[in-house]
């Protein structure tokens, strides 16, 4: 499935994600650093983030742990959902490209045109539906700091 997720409140830091052109979810971010959350296939999850905004964290609506995001905002930086290690890398300082890695090859990417822009593309293809969401908002999040401190 191909993800776009489109800017909306004042600050642009809610978003509104569409799945092959089909709505999907809507990120309500609490805040840029504290993290948000999503309803997704009847489900609501959490997302929080620690100060530094490198590790996140989702849950579920019972408070179970989902998946965590370590080494965020690093060139190389990992998604641990059920036993399974998802691989992503910065595509370049210059671009705002992360891109999933599969034994050591490009598989996927999520991007966007550029830092003031609202809207952001991910093909996050193998993962399931909240992992692909949660690496996305992640990645949202980490270039909407990236925005407010410029």
Not at 71 to 88: C, D, E, L, M, Q
Not at 110 to 136: E, N, T
């Amino acid at each position: 499935m191909k993800l776009t997720a489109k800017g909306q409140g004042l600050f642009k830091n809610d978003y509104e994600l569409s799945a092959d052109g089909k709505p999907l979810t809507y990120w309500n971010a609490k805040s840029l650093r504290s993290g948000g959350s999503f309803p997704l296939d009847g489900r609501t999850y959490e997302v929080k983030a620690n100060i530094l905004a490198t590790q996140w964290e989702l849950t579920d609506e019972t408070g179970m742990l989902v998946a965590v995001a370590e080494r965020v905002g690093r060139k190389n930086w990992t998604i641990t959902s059920g036993g399974r290690t998802y691989a992503f890398e910065r595509a370049s300082i210059f671009r705002l490209e992360e891109r999933l890695i599969v034994d050591g090859k490009p598989a996927g990417s999520i991007r966007r045109k550029y830092l003031h822009s609202d809207v952001s593309h991910a093909d996050l293809p193998g993962l399931p539906a909240p992992i692909q969401v949660f690496a996305f908002i992640v990645s949202l999040s980490g270039w909407d700091l990236a925005d407010a401190a410029g």
